[in-house]
């Protein structure tokens, strides 16, 4: 009788089912206008992203708070079939999902703008470089970015001498070269994939010529740069995990060169991880960059 009563359990639950065809969607409502293409700085750890964050929140239609985290994990919830499913639920489709994940990321950034009086909000999370792109799908290929490079052997000084580690590699030295190697082929990927979007620019050019490398890297993106940029030691900056030193920098100046104080043979795996160009003053030329906004 147990066996029968289940089946017959069964059979009305499926005939007295609801006919629904299509579930009905909850909307999320927003009061204000969003702003429609923000901005990511995409670099290194210590390739300068710190100095350049404080820059564009010292812009008077830009806000730029600390290092989010947050952003990437909402662009990796995009790619799981279990929060599509949850989705689903609601009658969210993955385009509607999508765009309701990217609403959700960006609410902070959204109200500190908002805060700020300001029109676009900027992001400033080395970690990011790693997922640039399911980010960039997150926002529907909305955001634009500033790409900041600094030489490579500056950036693996400064990272071994702080004791960091990206990655698990045993060698505390071969760790970084690795990483900022890896960092340098994701840089360029993106650039190359969305350079429309994108400027990208050196570290010590931003140094020994900010307004100069600032105005041509904001005109690549469709913005204007603003003398207030400069003056960014006077403005007031929300504290966060980013570079504690640059808090009380009032003035730009540029930290290179530290490397050639190297043994010989770690001048010589550097070489092998960067090229010949390793051991020079100059690594970078974005000159050739410059013919998109006419100033070469």
Not at 35 to 62: K, Q, W, Y
Not at 185 to 199: C, E, G, T, V
Request: glycine residues 6%.
């Amino acid at each position: 009788m147990g066996v029968l009563r289940w089946h017959y359990n069964r059979i009305k639950s499926y005939i007295g089912r609801p006919r629904m065809i299509v579930q009905q969607q909850a909307v999320a409502v927003s009061d204000h206008e969003r702003c429609e293409h923000p901005v990511f700085v995409l670099g290194a750890h210590r390739s300068g992203t710190s100095l350049l964050r404080r820059m564009l929140n010292s812009h008077p239609d830009i806000a730029c708070p600390p290092e989010s985290f947050f952003i990437a994990h909402y662009a990796a919830m995009q790619d799981d079939d279990l929060v599509q499913a949850g989705y689903d639920g609601f009658g969210y489709d993955h385009e509607a999902m999508r765009d309701d994940l990217a609403r959700k990321a960006s609410e902070l950034h959204e109200a500190f703008r908002i805060a700020q009086g300001k029109a676009i909000w900027a992001d400033k999370t080395p970690q990011y470089l790693a997922s640039a792109e399911a980010i960039d799908r997150l926002f529907n290929q909305r955001p634009r970015y500033l790409l900041i490079y600094r030489h490579p052997c500056d950036i693996v000084h400064s990272l071994h001498k702080r004791g960091w580690k990206q990655n698990d590699i045993d060698d505390p030295f071969e760790s970084q070269l690795v990483y900022v190697k890896q960092s340098i082929n994701r840089l360029d990927a993106f650039y190359a994939a969305h350079a429309d979007r994108a400027a990208r620019f050196d570290y010590s050019e931003l140094c020994d010529a900010p307004r100069n490398t600032l105005s041509s890297a904001m005109a690549q993106i469709g913005l204007v740069f603003d003398p207030a940029m400069l003056d960014f030691g006077n403005k007031d900056h929300n504290f966060g995990l980013e570079d504690p030193v640059i808090r009380g920098k009032t003035n730009i100046e540029a930290s290179k060169g530290a490397w050639r104080s190297w043994t010989k043979g770690q001048k010589e795996r550097a070489i092998a991880a960067f090229g010949m160009k390793a051991l020079d003053d100059t690594y970078w030329d974005f000159s050739a960059d410059l013919a998109r906004t006419g100033e070469a």
